[in-house]
């Protein structure tokens, strides 16, 4: 059976995994793989592990060869040079008041080019910056503007379960979140409670919105009149994971009930046509 190791590389905390092929790899090892961005070279992070295929059962690409001893020194002067960039950037950036974020230099391991990604708020005027950057380093440099979440995943940190933020670790692309998944899964709306690093929505909260979204089609929403075995009330919370609703009956008393042991009660009935009716002669 075919075995997989874990690649981590110099501009990413993430590791990414890659069929081993006919290799014996130990961890620390340097390989070189081909990349979307082209030929690279890796560190092993993981000890070998049986299976080539990702979660999705896509067949993981093979690493092309263990890296050469040239090509390690190339790769370390790479690191190298990635932090001089980046040092001379920021000082530029800082004695020219250019209103932006340095937040990582890029090498491309064939030489073709050295990229700072950086941040701001708007479109910022970066030649005269560019011009220093290529006297000084005899470079072709590219200045490519991300957003903030790219920021938090390229940089990294904890989140606030205190796990390495899941940007910079296992999420390959940024899925839409809206202040309608905290509200649906009964969250405060606190923005330090529902905010991760990089001060957006955090990306967990489209996580269980599905599971929500399917539980809840099945429970009666709040405020609904429905009837129990004890009576007829309101319902005044959910519990979505029991599937149990709160029931505030009109004798006054709280019960908790199933979801199936409740039903909508026939003024409830009667108020939700009228609606309907009143919608569809509007229309």
């Known amino acids: 059976m075919s075995k997989f190791v874990g690649i981590q590389f110099r501009k990413s905390r993430k590791v990414y995994d890659f069929d081993c092929g006919h290799f014996v790899l130990n961890k620390g090892d340097k390989v070189?793989?081909?990349t979307?961005?082209?030929?690279?070279?890796?560190?092993?992070?993981?000890?070998?592990?049986?299976?080539?295929?990702?979660?999705?059962?896509?067949?993981?690409?093979?690493i092309f060869r263990v890296a050469t001893l040239e090509e390690i020194d190339r790769y370390e002067k790479d690191c190298q040079l990635e932090k001089d960039v980046y040092d001379f950037c920021y000082k530029k950036v800082k004695d020219r008041s250019v209103p932006m974020s340095v937040v990582s230099v890029e090498r491309r391991f064939d030489g073709s080019k050295t990229i700072v990604y950086f941040t701001a708020d708007g479109r910022v005027d970066f030649r005269e910056l560019v011009k220093d950057l290529v006297g000084k380093f005899r470079t072709r440099i590219e200045m490519r503007q991300i957003g903030v979440r790219h920021q938090a995943k390229m940089v990294g940190g904890l989140g606030a379960c205190g796990r390495p933020l899941c940007c910079a670790t296992f999420l390959n692309t940024?899925?839409?979140v809206t202040i309608k998944m905290a509200?649906?899964?009964?969250?405060?709306?606190?923005?330090?409670?529902?905010?991760?690093?990089c001060g957006r929505l955090m990306?967990?909260?489209t996580y269980e919105d599905k599971f929500y979204e399917n539980v809840k089609k099945k429970l009666p929403r709040i405020g609904k009149k429905v009837v129990t075995k004890e009576g007829e009330g309101?319902?005044?919370?959910?519990?979505?994971?029991?599937?149990?609703?709160?029931?505030?009956?009109?004798?006054?008393?709280?019960?908790?009930?199933?979801?199936?042991?409740?039903?909508?009660?026939?003024?409830?009935?009667?108020?939700?046509?009228?609606?309907k009716k009143s919608k569809r002669s509007n229309h």
Do not use: H
């Not at 509200?183 to 690093?197: A, D, E, H, V």
């Open 174 to 176: 940024f899925a839409p």
């Open 203 to 205: 990306c967990c909260l």
């Open 32 to 34: 070189l793989v081909v």
């Open 183 to 197: 509200k649906k899964q009964n969250i405060s709306l606190n923005p330090s409670k529902i905010s991760g690093m």
């Open 36 to 62: 979307q961005e082209g030929p690279d070279v890796g560190c092993v992070c993981t000890v070998p592990q049986n299976g080539a295929e990702d979660n999705s059962g896509r067949k993981l690409k093979k």
């Open 234 to 275: 309101k319902v005044i919370r959910q519990n979505v994971f029991k599937e149990i609703v709160t029931v505030l009956l009109d004798s006054g008393g709280e019960i908790e009930a199933q979801a199936d042991e409740v039903k909508e009660s026939s003024r409830s009935k009667e108020r939700s046509f009228k609606k």
